[in-house]
Nanobody, 128 residues
Framework: QEQLVESGGGSVQAGGSLRLSCAASAYTYSRGCMGWFRQAPGKEREWVASIYTPGDNTFYYDYADSVKGRFTISQDNAKSAVYLQMNSLKPEDTAMYYC??????????????????WGQGTQVTVSS
């Protein structure tokens, strides 16, 4: 199982920005779907955003309504990395954020159980 490592979490005030990074330890996800999920204490895991590439340097994007217009997902295949730029952060964005990979996916994926590889998570805390 491929290891994904998230970084970039932290504490910010409402309205601030953070950029999360997800690095693959060995395997390059040159095709398939990568996603970000989050889970707040006492709540279910929530899908945040996905990015899909068929492997020809074209990318497709999908965002949860709660983050659309504020968050941007991107992928750098040369660095085996996926990013989540988070702007205009709100207290309700506070959660543990997880990166996930679905290398066999043939389109954008929202369901967590369709992802095979997961990171350990990075904490994001937004204060009002």
């Amino acid at each position: 199982q491929e290891q994904l490592v998230e970084s970039g979490g932290g504490s910010v005030q409402a309205g601030g920005s953070l950029r999360l990074s997800c690095a693959a330890s060995a395997y390059t996800y040159s095709r398939g779907c990568m996603g970000w999920f989050r889970q707040a204490p006492g709540k279910e895991r929530e899908w945040v955003a996905s990015i899909y590439t068929p492997g020809d340097n074209t990318f497709y994007y999908d965002y949860a309504d709660s983050v659309k217009g504020r968050f941007t997902i991107s992928q750098d295949n040369a660095k085996s990395a996926v990013y989540l730029q988070m702007n205009s952060l709100k207290p309700e964005d506070t959660a543990m954020y997880y990166c996930a990979a679905a290398p066999s996916a043939t389109w954008l994926v929202r369901k967590w159980d369709e992802y095979s590889d997961w990171g350990q998570g990075t904490q994001v805390t937004v204060s009002s």
